[in-house]
């Protein structure tokens, strides 16, 4: 069945010398491994100045690093510095694209289309855009395991009205991977534009914006074992050129009179304000440490850990999983439900046990309206979980089970 | 298991609620969600001349928490004035329920007495003070 190492790649987590604790919540959020904190540290307590028009040496030395780390980040997942903007976070990224690309290029009559696993922070801002400028949504169905037919896109796209394709990459709860290369290839041959939700992916398994081909690519740096407060949009020139600035204030400007201001080149143009950029430099750090494991061990390790976590949670009685069968159509999740008790009585019960999962409708409430539930439990894995947690996992689940098993 | 939090009493209104199921023609109404669990709750509110409730039911879904809150006070308002109703605070139910609720569970087991409050005074009732969100002010804006 598996044959990845089941025990973790990395365990130079603080926060996880303490006592007994079994994080499987990396899908909210990843808990930062000391050569993170480092940089993070090392940033501020040495080489910290505000970038870009600072003259004197640690100010150059600010920028050097700022700008380094952005060309880094940008490698790592085949994406140029200059179309790599970087954001407060993948909401905020998606809303650039929502406020400066869509007034523009979607009108009344157009559609945009989604899946019904998206997290609210690809919906939400498309919906708004529909209403303001009287567009509709078309809503990619998920099957019965989780998946997306690219006949019933290819349905959607052929009145020739869909403007955007708004896909995630990996779903927040049912795991799947979806094939978004495919995606994007049949958007651009249908005249559509294509923007792909990269924040369940980019940490767990290989990610080349550049081959993907996506107009927009998103994703968020404190799921990937960076801090909170960074988001990524990587964009294709031709569109960010054309695309008006999002926030606008300091930074993003090239001149300002009392008239008229032209704007800065990208990608500072839609980088309004001082950036967050210890975090920047953080997060730099943080694909380092995901490129010395190597993305392609990171994968093995999650799909095996993936692996085991479905075999020896379908083995439970009255458990149901949700999403695809097999752990190599998934990201490192798994969401499921018990006959018994309430997801969030269920993470209750586990949290006494110090096992880490998250309860409610994660922020997917049309899903939980398909898959006729008001919630689900979800487990998520990182480089730093092995089989032993999820052994946790399952024996915590048999208190669930002792407490609320017998009617 | 011997669980403070989910004890026998609790499991047993979780597992065979009172008053839940539809009810016809009901003379007051409320729908509310917790949304952070997902929890939905119904209450419909049959009242005589004199504004006295003489049947409750509830419907919906949710954790063991919020369904036996709701089963629990459902016993507790037949034969009270709609006025007594919108009255009740927090510890009409965490009486009934008789454990620590932690600030994470407060708006679960707060549910049934929100929609409740909410049928009585005909408009939606804000959540007790302190239930949840901690930016959000005591008895402020509703969800």
């Not at chain 1, 409430?365 to 979980?385: E, W």
Request: hydrophobic share 45%; with cysteine; net charge negative.
């Amino acid at each position: 069945m598996t044959t990845a190492s089941h025990t973790a790649l990395a365990l130079d987590f603080p926060i996880l010398e303490q006592e007994g604790l079994v994080y499987l919540d990396s899908a909210a959020t990843s808990q930062k491994p000391r050569v993170v904190l480092d940089a993070l540290e090392d940033f501020l307590a040495h080489h910290n100045a505000n970038v870009h028009r600072g003259v004197y040496p640690l100010a150059i030395d600010a920028d050097t690093r700022f700008s380094a780390a952005r060309a880094q980040i940008a490698a790592f997942v085949g994406a140029e510095p200059a179309e790599t903007i970087i954001t407060k976070n993948a909401t905020e990224a998606i809303n650039l694209v929502r406020y400066s690309w869509g007034p523009q290029n979607v009108g009344a009559g157009d559609a945009i289309v989604l899946t019904e696993a998206e997290h609210h922070s690809n919906i939400v801002p498309w919906q708004q855009l529909c209403e303001e400028v009287g567009a509709e949504l078309r809503w990619l169905e998920v099957d019965d395991e989780g998946m997306i037919s690219l006949g019933q896109l290819d349905e959607f796209l052929a009145d020739g009205r869909v403007k955007m394709v708004a896909v995630t990459h990996c779903s927040n709860v049912l795991g799947t991977i979806n094939p978004v290369e495919e995606v994007v290839a049949r958007a651009r041959a249908a005249g559509a534009a294509s923007l792909i939700d990269g924040s369940q992916a980019v940490p767990h398994m290989a990610v080349n914006v550049d081959a993907i081909g996506a107009d927009f690519y998103v994703w968020t740096g404190h799921k990937a074992y960076g801090p909170t407060g960074i988001g990524l949009l990587h964009g294709r020139r031709e569109l960010l050129e054309a695309m008006p600035p999002f926030l606008t204030g300091g930074d993003m400007i090239k001149t300002v009179s009392f008239e008229a201001t032209t704007f800065n080149e990208l990608p500072f143009k839609f980088e309004a304000g001082t950036p967050p950029i210890a975090e920047t430099v953080a997060l730099g750090a943080a694909v380092d440490f995901i490129s010395g494991l190597g993305i392609d061990r990171v994968r093995a390790h999650e799909e095996a850990i993936t692996a085991y976590a479905l075999s020896q949670l379908q083995a439970i009685p009255g458990l149901t999983v949700q999403g695809p069968p097999l752990a190599q159509q998934r990201g490192g999740l798994v969401s499921f439900t018990l006959d018994c008790a309430h997801p969030h009585d269920v993470a209750e019960i586990l949290g006494r046990d110090q096992v880490c999962v998250r309860a409610g409708h994660h922020c997917t409430q049309p899903l939980m309206k398909k898959l006729g539930l008001g919630a689900t439990t979800r487990a998520s894995f990182a480089v730093h979980n092995s089989t032993d947690d999820v052994d946790a996992l399952v024996g915590s689940l048999g208190n669930v089970i002792e407490i609320f098993g017998e009617s | 298991m011997d669980d403070a939090l989910y004890r026998e009493e609790i499991l047993e209104h979780y597992k065979r609620p009172h008053n839940f199921g539809p009810m016809e023609n009901p003379d007051r109404e409320s729908f509310d969600t917790n949304p952070l669990c997902g929890d939905e709750l119904r209450v419909m509110l049959k009242v005589d001349d004199n504004d006295v409730v003489e049947e409750v039911r509830f419907e919906g879904h949710g954790c063991a928490i919020s369904q036996a809150s709701a089963s629990m006070i459902s016993d507790e308002i037949k034969g009270m004035k709609l006025d007594d109703l919108a009255r009740l605070d927090r510890s009409a139910i965490l009486d009934l329920l008789g454990i620590d609720i932690s600030a994470t569970r407060m708006k679960c087991a707060l549910l049934s007495l929100k929609v409740l409050k909410s049928a009585a005074i005909g408009t939606l009732a804000d959540w007790e003070p302190d239930t949840a969100d901690a930016a959000r002010p005591a008895g402020g804006a509703q969800l």
